[in-house]
């Protein structure tokens, strides 16, 4: 037979093809490792804008109602009935729950921006993404009590109760979600900014789920 045909075939070595590992957003691992920068500006987009547009939204409101009605207590319509002597009990406690909730909002602002870079990408997102249909969802509300004064209608009001529901519920969530990180999460945290944080996340929620979705509504009718 051929000699060829007898040859043994060379035997080739392969060596195992390594592609250099990409760069992918581990969502288990803390963001303050892969992106720190990006965390508080998703903090930021989430709360502090929509936040300032919010009290945009009201500054207009009041001037709006003060110009239009100087004679039938302008802005102070937004207070419905609870302007009546009888509910002055109610309408102070709802001041110094306003007060409460406003003083509350900071340092809960400062334990979001502080645990931001030290939790996950999902819970971040998570936390984040609540508070901002929030405040999409309070934009809502002072252009309809605007319009409801200037025309009642049954329709409307029932839409003003609606959002008052929807942000209450997201604010809700949202105070959840926030308050439930646990310490191990954040090492980094002190006590003392933790307790803060959870407890003027707590009133800020409370107020808005309770005082402004259920209470406040009947006296606006």
Known sequence: GSSLSQAPFPQTRYRRCRLPPRRVLDMDRPLMEQNSAGAWKMVAASYLIPGIVLMGTYVWGIVTLNDQYPDDDGAMQLWGRLREPVHSVLLNLYFVCIGLATVGYFPSLAYSLRVASEISPKTLRTICGLALCYY????????????????????????????????????????????????????????????????????????????DAIVWPPFFR
């Open 136 to 211: 999409l969802s309070e934009w809502l509300w002072m252009p309809m009590c605007v319009a409801y004064i200037g025309e009642k209608s049954s329709t409307l009001y029932l839409l003003i109760r609606l959002n008052l529901l929807t942000s209450g519920i997201l604010v809700v969530f949202w105070a959840y979600f926030l308050c439930s990180i646990p310490a191990s999460a954040a090492p980094g945290i002190g006590s003392v900014l933790r307790n803060l944080g959870r407890a003027g996340t707590c009133m800020f929620a409370l107020h808005c789920a309770v005082l």
